[in-house]
């Protein structure tokens, strides 16, 4: 765009933008939009060949099929362009209504930011979240923010921070007093439902200098400073300045007031805050090592030049999400609620500089492609949903409305025949495509896009998942965005008139998600992703798919029908969820292997919630930005619940395998990974309902050297670990608390470390995790207990290692307040029989517990199980796989279940002689005595 526009446009919004915005006519700014396109005239609305009757070039629209376009096709048939463009912004403000997409958004978003995007003030995601806008004069003087929702959500985080920048580009600077300020030192109340009033200071203060400064920290000035002008998103002149207050130990409060004292060097100036929530050392932090969300083009002739703020320290995302137009549906909900003329003719701006900017810049594609082809598609997304309300707009001129079709219509042509590697771009993609198609059918292709989109969205969903429905990405953020989209498609296309059609895999893709979300229905948030709340999604795909089962689970239990299943297995994807339930209060453990774009290298991480809080939370991945943080958690295994091998991060393209079994009472995970190149890593995870989880990590080397293995379990920012005996546990200020019991305390080296989580992405918090280590040469093993313990339970147990007789070790499991004891065993299933405690036993893997006149005995393999000199368990011939028994004597009950009491199994023979009654497999089955044994029939 010439400059000479560009003045024009800024100065005409300038006013508007400067305080809320009245309702008005049309903007002066409206008449100063050209069209600029690489699209002739002649190419859009065709060239007429009167002697033959026919299109020499032929149209773009399809004047046949809508009638109402003939004095668009009259005026084109003679030539007169101008005309022609005027034909058609009067058809397209009177056709008939279109139901667009829903706009995509990527941050936090309120009303109150339409006046910031209108002026060229845009944030990245959620890392900083526009609070609201404070005046300071020149005198000193405090000014009060409510800052109460803010503190809120950042309590369970341990801090909360503020960033403070300039509204306008002007000469002046504003001065705040700091924490380190003789008086008026920043303060933040708290005021709790009881009246009690408890007032914080900051724990950190300091301001970031661009320019010669980049590098310098000012966390000991008194006052800081906050100043930005010139052209550019910013220049060497440009301050900003951060706050940090403490929660450590702060209960959540009715309200939250923050105060700062300030003054600006001449007249009034206007400063934004912002809630961040990175915290930050006022002694090292500096331009060149914060990573910024926020940057303003306010009062720049030249506008957004839609790129990557040249030299700020920002991840490439920026340069992506501003030519997806995620603020154009906001901006255009504005005028449609409204009818402020000045913000549709911002909007018109905003779109027909970008078209102007990209045609110039880019390749023949144009305004089409840039910068990708999956920020293209989100940004033709948004431009159907505001382009609906644009058009019936008094500023939207015959040629602003020229240009945005003109590159709608290359959008489409360009959407077509792009292609990605990667599924959720492909399926972005064609999803836009399909919606041109429908919101814009007076173009000749529209059919051809909506019909081969819906096609090909189909084929790629079936290519995206693996055989057993899991997807193929491994995140569980992008999985829901691609089930996500086809909820999106089918609604559009309904509301229109168009056939849905079906969509088999998505029902695959529906429940791999929900058997993964936690009980509280939240995103388990592996790969790249964020803790967010799954449940309206799933229940948008269990009205598409009319799942009454998937709604019992996306409304707590509250409609549907329960699901016939709790644990799941995803083999191929090599992911395994073990649960008790669908409720809020059930208990979930999730272990993977999995692979994929967007993955972390996570292998055998665990996941675990119980009662009513993720415990071993994932934590996140904050950014894509080159940061430290960033690439802790992406890029290390030390950041994940699984062992790290030697200090390197694994690899997750190795070979790699998970299994479960479900029992009624237990369930048996196990899996290996060669992720680490030269040790092999197996994790096994017996979970034994309502109590707890044992899990075993055997580490076997393929040299004689040492190696340092360290095992790793991350808490949230508020679990306040402490170590007794090296043996960790949460101090939750309430709720359910977790132990992490390691077997032999002795033998490794316990440890708090610092860590971070991100709940969601661009925002990220200190937090601790406990680490168990070693350094030793040859195979080891270490075995732990993760024991939760609900609100009002006093739950105890202690796990022990013990010698077996041939040399091998088994596990002593005992708690006091549930008067449990129990031993679990592990062999190489030669055949040989071995003792572990007082048993005696020939497979390769054994648990057997006694508690409350119930004994409980899991086998794989074997045919004895002996205590002492007394047979507790034979058979006939070696259990095929595993069998799990419960004896009630109380009840004078025999259950039975697992892989060997189903049809075609062996009998069994019990030192069970009180029995009454006996279940195989939840079948009734008759019982015979002989001795102190009773034989139970296996199935037929």
Known sequence: MSLTRRTVLRAALAGACAAPLPAGGPSPAAAAVAATTEVPDSAFFGVWNATTGTWRTAPVLDYAAFPALAPVADAARTGDYTAARAALLRYMRTRPQRTPPQWAYNGVYTPALVPLFLDHIWTLGKGEIHHSTLTVGTHWTAVDADVTDGVKSAVSTGGVGFMLMARHKEPSTAEFAGRHAAADAPELTLTYADGTVRKLAASQSCHIAAGPDAATPSGSAQTLQVHDEGAGPFTDATRKAYLWFDLTGVGAPETAALRLTGRTSAGQQQIMLYQVQVGFDETTRCWNNTVQNTFSWQGDPNGFDWRKPTGANVDNEFGYQLPRFYFAGPIADAYRTGKDERIAAGLISLMTDFITDANATTSSAGAASFPRNLDAAWRHQNWCYAYEILRTSPSLTADANISMLKAIHTGGRYLTNTTSTTPNWMVTIKSSLLYLGVCFPEFLAAPSWRDAAQAYLAQQLAGALYPDGGYTEASSSYAMGVAQTFVATASVLAANGHPVGTVAPLRSLAWYLADQTYPNGYDPAYGDSGYTDQRPALAALADLLDDDRLRHVATAGAAGTA????????????????????????????????????????????????????????????????????????????????????????????????????????????????????????????????????????????????????????????????????????????????????????????????????????????????????TAAGARTLNTLLLPTPPGTRTRAKLSVQTCDDGGRALRLTSSTSRLTGYHFQAPGDGAARRFGPYLFDGSLAYVDRHAGVQRILLTGGTLLRQDRRTLLAADEALPTTLAVRLDQVKRTVEIAGPAAEAGGRPLHLAAPWARTATVAGQDVPITRKGGLVTIPALR
């Open 563 to 774: 699901p016939g299943h709790t644990s799941v297995t995803y083999p191929d994807t090599r992911v395994v969820v073990q649960r008790t339930g669908w409720r809020d209060t059930d208990w979930y453990l999730r272990l993977n292997a999995d692979r994929g774009n967007h993955g972390h290298p996570d292998e055998l991480a665990i996941q675990l919630y119980a009662h009513d809080r993720p415990l071993l939370p994932a934590m996140g991945a904050y950014s894509y930005a080159a940061d430290p943080t960033a690439d802790w958690l992406r890029t290390s295994t030390q950041a994940h619940n699984t062992v790290t091998i030697d200090g390197r991060a694994q690899s997750p393209t190795a070979a790699a395998a998970v299994s479960n079994l479900s029992l009624p009472w237990a369930d048996l995970a196990d899996g290996f990974t060669d992720a680490t190149p030269g040790v092999r890593h197996r994790r096994s995870v017996l979970f034994l309902h309502g109590f707890g989880w044992l899990v075993t990590d055997t580490l076997t080397p393929d040299d004689p050297g040492q190696h340092t293995y360290q095992q790793n379990w991350h808490l949230l920012p508020d679990a306040g670990p402490v170590l007794d005996g090296g043996i960790a546990r949460t101090r939750f200020t309430a709720g359910t608390q977790l132990t992490i019991i390691p077997a032999d305390p002795a033998a490794v080296t316990a440890t708090i470390e610092d860590g971070h989580y991100s709940p969601i992405t661009y925002q990220v918090a200190p937090t601790r995790y406990v680490s168990y280590s070693l």
